[in-house]
Each structure stands twice: as C-alpha cells, then as structure tokens.
C-alpha cells in the first residue's frame, strides 16, 4: 500500500538560511499534519491542513510556514534556521471522514543545521 | 505540563512475559491512538480506540480505553523480541483535522 512520501529525507543547512520540507500524502488523504521530533523527544504538532487551509495549529514557530496544494501535497518553510531547529520532522496524513483523524506518518526528513 | 502520561517510561523483561504499559491524563479525548516507533523511523499506527470501555486486540497486544476516555493501556502477552520498540500513545481532543498530543513514550526491551 502506498504511504506517505517525504523528502528530502536528509538535509544539512547553515544557520539563518531556509529550508523547506515536501510531504505527498497518501492518495486520497485530504488531510495533512507537520511535526517536529527532536532527539529523545515525542513528536511535537505544529499545523495540520484540510482541502487547503489551514486547520489546526499547534508550536510552529512565526520562522516557520506551511501550506497545502490542489494536488493536497504539503510544504513546510522553515527560515532563519537556528541550531534548535535540527529535528526530525514528520508529515501525517488522514482522510476526513474515514476512522477517526487516524494518522499515517511519514519516514520524516531529519534536518541538520550547523 | 505533558497532557497524557505514559508509565513505565523504561522497562526491559524477559521474553514469554508479560507486560502493560499506561497512559493516563486529566483530559477527555475523543480518541486515542497507539503508535509504535522505530529509531530515526515514523511512528506506525497501531490502533485506534474511541469508545470508552472499548478493548481491541491486535494478535499479542490488547489495547484498552478507559471508561472516561482518559486513560488507556496496551497489554502485552507472551513478549517476543520483535516487539522491542518505543509505544507511544497519542490523543485527540476534537476531531477533524486536530493534531496528536503524543505521551512521551515507553521504550520496551524483550531480551531473548
């Protein structure tokens, strides 16, 4: 079955520059999720989109914006990147209506910055 | 202050034991999830529990809601080294499009 597909899968970035994360999710999942994981931390929610907006928000930081597209895909944009950003950052996907707002996430992208 | 709290946070046992592992909170979720998460991997859906009272079974593991919604477990019998790996439990107040507030997790070790 197809899940979830993220990339990059890794990335290294320099402080204060930008990066920005992609998530497809699973097809006919309306529903996209974005949390960040840090090293022997649960995963934390930062913003979820339904059909395009913006649904719910969670710790996303003001540096950090997302959206989602007609094709649902989603991106995640992360500027002035600070050391404390370097995480693993997981997308999850669901479908409105099937079960109840169960989550499939992604292999994640762990981001470096140095 | 974490929403929902997960005990033990460590346990390492034998296999062919036994074992449960809790997640309690103050807070009333319309559901709860269990998750299963392997390092540097994302979390895999486990289960799914909505209805309190309700107990599901998936093979070894017997997940179980509270009758309150506010508290679960996941029970283990007969532990094989396959299940080592970090339970996590994750809830959801609403619904929709709400994001998971996650338990910090136990990490469970069955040695052979």
């Known amino acids: 079955a197809a899940g979830v597909i993220q990339s990059p899968r890794h990335l290294i970035k320099e402080k204060r520059e930008t990066a920005t994360l992609k998530c497809y999710p699973i097809?006919?999942?309306?529903?996209v999720y974005w949390y960040q994981q840090g090293p022997g931390q649960d995963p934390q929610f930062l913003i979820s989109?339904?059909?395009?907006?913006?649904?719910d928000k969670g710790s996303i930081p003001d540096r950090f914006s997302a959206q989602q597209f007609s094709d649902y895909h989603s991106e995640l944009n992360m500027s002035s990147l600070e050391l404390g950003d370097s995480a693993l950052y997981f997308c999850?996907?669901?479908?409105?209506?099937?079960?109840?707002?169960?989550?499939?996430f992604g292999p994640g992208t762990r981001l470096t910055v140095l | 202050t974490q929403l929902l709290e997960q005990s033990p946070q460590f346990l390492s046992i034998q296999e062919g034991e036994n074992l449960t592992v809790y997640c309690n909170s103050s807070?009333?979720?319309?559901?709860l999830q269990w998750y299963r998460q392997e390092p540097g991997e994302g979390p895999v859906l486990l289960v799914t529990?909505?209805?309190?009272?309700e107990v599901k079974k998936l093979k070894r593991l017997t997940f179980q809601f509270g009758d309150a919604r506010k508290d679960s477990s996941l029970h283990i019998t007969a532990a094989q080294p396959g299940d080592t790996g970090l339970y996590l439990c994750?809830?959801?107040?609403?619904?929709?499009?709400?994001?998971?507030?996650f338990g910090k997790g136990t990490h469970l070790i069955i040695q052979p």
């Open positions: 999850a996907s669901s479908r409105e209506g099937l079960g109840y707002n169960e989550q499939f």
């Open positions: 097809p006919r999942h309306d529903t």
């Open positions: 989109f339904y059909e395009k907006m913006q649904s």
């Open positions: 807070s009333v979720f319309s559901s």
């Open positions: 529990v909505v209805t309190g009272g």
């Open positions: 994750a809830g959801v107040k609403g619904g929709g499009a709400d994001g998971l507030t």
